[in-house]
Structures are given as structure tokens and as C-alpha cells.
């Protein structure tokens, strides 16, 4: 109800300001969301989630509003992406709604108060949460990728012992050269040395924290397949499927332009690609990000293989009523 009477206030806003203003009123007063429960346990990577639907990272990436986004019921929230130092990201303006197609394009690139102050942040929190907590990792802007080893490695360290479970962040379309992560001896390379990592912060933490990877929707069939052998080779713990993509051919030419889209457009692209996931690696745990609008996308992602599910845009469209109609579908009342 909140959210219905303060939406059209907000869309008059830019969608930054909005995506800010709404963060800051939810950290000041978490009970703007009333405290719900909706428990439905999955046991995924060693990890027992409240309930298999999750928020994305991008949401509050600073992990500011914590405290409210547990309130809605949700079984993990993700934050990030973080990286090593703090950055201001892309120039504005750089978030963009487009109302009428249920999307939005983002050109953020990794804005984000750095590893250590939003690590902190959620160090003095987290112990009162329910839901699990995600952190996606990645490289500043100005570190070239072939130095992009050392900046996955030490936010690995900053993050792991205040994580859940930890995603490496090689999809974005919004930092330059970054998706070349993702492909050949790079990312091989990239995933062996943290794997060592992880090994070696078990021995410290006497904790698996688990190690996923967020992969690009934009890959050919054969890009894909060779990304998900990589990651089987090296004993990644999952894959998050899918970022935002680049491709809009889907939108009006005068609606195109740089950055990455998200939201209804990608809902069957990014469910084929699961699709495909959970042909290749049949036990993969596999969580689904993308385009998830209404309950019946939340299931269609479940259908095609997801074990965990994320929302981020409809939560822009819908408000947390999309957390509450997509977790019943998942749990109907009994009668």
C-alpha cells in the first residue's frame, strides 16, 4: 500500500535520485516494510536458505537497508558489487526506466563505497537477519585485467568473512574489457587462484563460504559451453544466470542505448540459458537472475532448472507486493 501512494512521487524523480531516496527512507525506518515470514527451507551449497527467493545484487549494493529488505520475508539478499576501493562509477545520468516495457538500462559501473566500509556495515547487522547474505565482488575501473587477479583476491579476503556465500562478478557490461574475464585462459586462471583463496580462508575461518559465478546472457551457445566447462574444471560452487545484457534489439531504436538492460526483456533469454546450464551440468546449484516480473516467471525459472531465484526490476515496477505474491506462489496459505 506504502509503496503504491509514494510511486508516482518517486517516477517523477530521476531514477537514481528515486533508487537513493527510497534506500535512505528504508534504512531510517526499516517497519515502512512490515515484518513478514514465509519459511520454505532449501538446503543449496551447504547453506540452508529461509526460502528460495532472493534479491539481486545492484538493489542495495552498499547494504544500507538491510534491516527492511529482511522484513519483506526474503530467504537472501545480495550485495555488491563491491570492489576493493571506493568508486563513484560511470558518469550520470546512468540509470534508466522505460516504464511502458517493464525494463530498465543501467551504465552504473561498480559504484560502490569499497570492500572494507560496506563489509563492515553488514558485520554489525548481520547476525539479526533471516535471510542469508550474498556479496558479488569485483575489479575497480582502473585496474587493468591483467591485474584484475589481485582485486578479485582481496575483496575475496575483505568479503569472506561476512558472507554467505561470495559471487565473482565477471558479466557487468559497465566497467570496459571486463567480460573478457569470462572467456579462455583468463578466466581459468582468475578461478584457480581463488579457489586457492578459498581453500586457504576455510583453513582460517574453520567456514566454506561458497564461490559463485555471474554469468553474461550474451554468450553464443558455444561461448557458453566452453564458460561452463571452466567453471566445472575449477569446483565452482554455482552460477548465477544472468546479468543484464547488452542486446536491445527488443526496444524502439530511440529507447537504445549504452548499458546494460534488465527486466522483461530478459525474462526468456535469460530462463533459455538456464535451460541450457542445467543441460550441460545437471547438478550444478544454480541460482536465476533476470527478468522476473510476476509469480509465473518465478516458476518458469524454477521449471528450467533454477534452484534459487533473484528479483531486482520488478521490485522497481512492483514494490515489495512482488516479494510477497511470488514467495505465497512458492508457499500457499494452507487451508
Known amino acids: 500500500m506504502l509503496y503504491r501512494l509514494a510511486k508516482p512521487l518517486l517516477y517523477r524523480l530521476e531514477p537514481e535520485t528515486a533508487h537513493n531516496l527510497t534506500l535512505k527512507l528504508l534504512a531510517l525506518c526499516p517497519a515502512l516494510i512490515r ?13 540452508t536458505f529461509p526460502n528460495r527467493l532472493g534479491i539481486a545484487a545492484g538493489l542495495d549494493k552498499n547494504a544500507h537497508a538491510l534491516k527492511a529488505l529482511d522484513n519483506s520475508g526474503i ?9 576493493p576501493k571506493p568508486q563513484s562509477g560511470n558518469p550520470k545520468p546512468r540509470l534508466f526506466r522505460l516504464t511502458q516495457q517493464q525494463a530498465i538500462i543501467n551504465r552504473m559501473g561498480f559504484n560502490n563505497d ?12 548481520k547476525d539479526n537477519l533471516k535471510a542469508l547474505i550474498g556479496i558479488n565482488i569485483g575489479k575497480n575501473k582502473t585496474t587493468p585485467n591483467e591485474h584484475a587477479i589481485h582485486d578479485y ?4 579476503h575483505i568479503a569472506y568473512p561476512h558472507a554467505d556465500y561470495i559471487t565473482i562478478n565477471l558479466s557487468s557490461p559497465n566497467t570496459e574489457n571486463l567480460r573478457d574475464l569470462q572467456h579462455g585462459q583468463a578466466l581459468a586462471t582468475l578461478l584457480s587462484a581463488l579457489k586457492k583463496n578459498q581453500h586457504q580462508l576455510h ?32 569446483e565452482i560452487d554455482g552460477i548465477i544466470a544472468t546479468n543484464t545484457t547488452i542486446n536491445q534489439q527488443s526496444l524502439p531504436p530511440h529507447l537504445q542505448q549504452q548499458g546494460g538492460l534488465s527486466g522483461a526483456p530478459l525474462t526468456a533469454p535469460s530462463t533459455e540459458i538456464l535451460r541450457h ?11 536465476a537472475s533476470g527478468g522476473v516480473m510476476s509469480p509465473k516467471d518465478l516458476q518458469d525459472k524454477l521449471n528450467a532448472g533454477a534452484d534459487l531465484v533473484q528479483l531486482y526490476s520488478g521490485l522497481i515496477y512492483q514494490g515489495p507486493a512482488l516479494i510477497k505474491h511470488c514467495l505465497q506462489s512458492l508457499n500457499p496459505p494452507q487451508s
Open 203 to 234: 583453513d582460517i575461518y574453520q567456514r566454506h563460504v561458497p564461490l559463485v559465478v555471474k554469468i553474461a546472457p550474451d554468450n553464443s551457445p558455444q561461448a557458453l559451453e566452453q564458460i561452463l566447462e571452466t567453471l566445472h574444471t575449477h
Open 114 to 125: 569499497g570492500a572494507s566500509k560496506v563489509c563492515a556495515r553488514v558485520a554489525l547487522i
Open 75 to 83: 530467504g537472501f539478499i545480495e550485495i555488491g558489487t563491491l570492489t
Open 35 to 47: 515484518p513478514q515470514s514465509y519459511p520454505d527451507p532449501c538446503t543449496l551449497m551447504g547453506l
Open 277 to 287: 546450464i542445467r543441460r550441460q551440468l545437471p547438478d550444478i546449484p544454480l541460482i
Open 153 to 156: 583476491q582481496q575483496a575475496l
